[in-house]
């Protein structure tokens, strides 16, 4: 089967550990932390050795003022990313991150959606959009799903460099996540390593975090392994679990922070800005200032 064919429109750098560990410094800024740390002896991408510094200014400034700057500012060599974005629901992470690639604020763009449920809100968005849709994983009620194998063909066709999974809620099979190394990452609803894990997803992360009485709450992206979230943690936000809070007010005050850190990561991504410690641990490289990681 050619990959071409499983793709529908319409129907479906390592950082060597210092000796004394880095410290972290806390910072509140509005409703979330931010933790950042200086480290030295830096083994990045090769694109970025040579680059200039990136200005960090309000990308819809920036827009609007020098609509090609953006562009310039990867003159130096980083290639544009092609994304894939996996969804299981309305897809909101998704439509974010879409309109970031749409504006220039993340240096990629989506070439296609996987999704379990082809009739689901993220996948009519994609629809909408022109972007390929991609029914997967194939079972008894969908028998038109790709197998793991040919999931890969069909990504490797459209040359996809990041899989983005937003509220995708099968499985990722070893088949990918070997095909993909450190380029699959996961967003959860709470500040992993609590309230993750096989049935913790949607409105029961949120009911348990306020039965269990913490105090904060949060969204973690992580990269994926062949577990549900245990993967090595990327970035995460905390906001305020308030003493009056429904399981739906704190979902809200999650999902805002949700859109704001995934368009950071992705922009991260896509600008080889995502380095690994030397203890296996990533971190991401500030735009702003080349020694400062978080």
């Known amino acids: 089967m050619e990959a071409n064919s499983f793709l529908s429109g ?83 992470n998704f439509r974010s991150i879409h309109a970031a690639c749409l504006a220039g604020s993340v240096y990629g763009d989506v070439v296609v959606l996987v999704t379990n449920k082809p009739d689901c809100g993220g996948a009519e968005y994609a629809r909408d959009n022109s972007i390929p849709v991609i029914l997967f994983p194939k079972t008894k009620d969908e028998p038109n799903g790709l197998s793991p194998n040919d999931l890969v063909a069909a990504l490797r066709e459209v040359d996809v460099d990041f899989i983005l999974l937003a509220g995708y809620l099968k499985l990722i099979p070893m088949e990918l996540i070997r095909a993909y190394p450190r ?4 967003i959860h609803p709470s500040l992993l390593p609590a309230f993750g894990g ?21 969204p973690t992206i992580h990269f994926v392994d062949e577990h549900y979230d245990t993967g090595r943690i990327l970035a995460q936000s905390v906001v305020p679990v308030l003493w009056n809070d429904t399981a739906e007010d704190l979902a809200a005050r999650v999902l805002l922070e949700e859109h704001r850190l995934y368009v950071d990561v992705a922009s991260a991504l896509c600008e080889e800005r995502v380095v690994w410690r030397e203890d296996g641990v990533p971190v991401i490289r500030s735009k702003e200032n080349p020694d400062e990681f978080s």
């Open 10 to 92: 319409s129907t479906i750098p390592l950082i060597q550990t210092p000796r004394k560990l880095p410290s972290l410094s806390f910072a509140q800024s509005h409703s979330h932390l931010s933790a950042s740390f200086r480290a030295h002896k830096l083994l990045v991408p090769q694109s970025l050795r040579s680059s200039r510094r990136l200005e960090c200014v309000n990308f819809a400034e920036k827009v609007k003022n020098n609509g090609d700057k953006y562009e310039k500012d990867f003159d130096s060599g980083i290639k544009k990313k092609n994304l894939a974005v996996f969804v299981s629901g309305g897809g909101s």
């Open 183 to 186: 380029s699959i990452v996961n």
């Open 198 to 218: 096989k049935g913790y997803y949607g409105m029961k992360v949120h009911k348990a975090v306020i039965a269990s009485g913490a105090r904060y709450s949060g």
